[in-house]
């Protein structure tokens, strides 16, 4: 079965400054997908971006862009120039195999945004 | 592309009754899922199904939860017998086929069980 880990319940950053959110995750299979998703206040979950396992690039999608360390198995999420709409939950998930499988969602991390 | 909906937004109940939620995704999506998401916790999955046919069932997914999708397009979720532990927020989300298209979620459910 997979795991997935997020250690940091809470975080907080000024607007304008960059933070990172980590991940670690524990499988046993060679191609799978991680994501991380956005779930803002009473709002639904949002996918923020995604990495393939067999690609070694990591993922950008403007502001927001991963670090993936397949043999670490981390796999961390790097939000640049955070504005106050990026406050929101954040989860990382895993997904096994050819895609379009069941995702496995770690704990979360709140993230605040201080004006 | 409406998105995924999800009715009721809230439910409240007394334990013991039968409720069902209603999960429409997004059109054409043949993949359907269900989650639960508790209070301070990420989603855990139930169960998913491709068409009409059901895939995969957590263990999660007791004997008292049943969820189908008799047509391949709206899926409901039902719980009979409903206990304290059955609230949370519970969640439909669908995608197309393929292995890069991403599972789009719907607003939820909330279940709360007095």
């Known amino acids: 079965a997979q795991t997935v880990t997020q250690s940091q319940p809470e975080m907080s950053v000024q607007e304008a400054e960059t933070v990172t959110l980590s991940c670690t995750y524990d499988?046993?299979?060679?191609?799978?997908?991680l994501f991380w998703y956005k779930q803002p206040p009473s709002r639904q979950m949002i996918l923020v971006i995604r990495q393939e396992a067999y690609k070694q690039q990591n993922a950008t999608e403007n502001r927001f862009s991963v670090n993936f360390q397949k043999a670490a198995k981390s796999f961390s999420l790097k939000i640049s120039d955070s504005q106050l709409g990026d406050t929101a939950m954040y989860f990382c998930a895993f997904m096994r195999g050819l895609g379009n499988e069941k995702l496995t969602f770690g704990t979360g991390t709140r993230l605040t945004i201080i004006p | 592309d409406t998105g995924v909906s999800q009715n009721p937004r809230h439910k409240i109940t007394k334990r013991g009754q039968n409720v069902t939620f209603r999960c429409d995704p997004i059109s054409e999506h043949n993949r359907l899922y269900w989650y639960r998401q508790t209070l301070g916790q990420g989603p855990e999955f139930l169960t998913y199904?491709?068409?009409?046919?059901?895939?995969?069932k957590s263990r999660l997914l007791s004997d008292r939860f049943s969820a189908e999708r008799p047509k391949g397009s709206f899926s409901t979720l039902e719980i009979q017998r409903t206990e304290q532990g059955d609230s949370a927020m519970y969640l439909c989300?669908?995608?197309?086929?393929?292995?890069?298209?991403?599972?789009?979620f719907g607003d939820g459910t909330r279940l709360s069980i007095l």
């Open positions: 499988t046993s299979e060679s191609n799978y997908y």
């Open positions: 199904f491709q068409n009409e046919a059901q895939l995969e």
């Open positions: 989300a669908s995608s197309s086929g393929g292995r890069d298209q991403p599972q789009h």
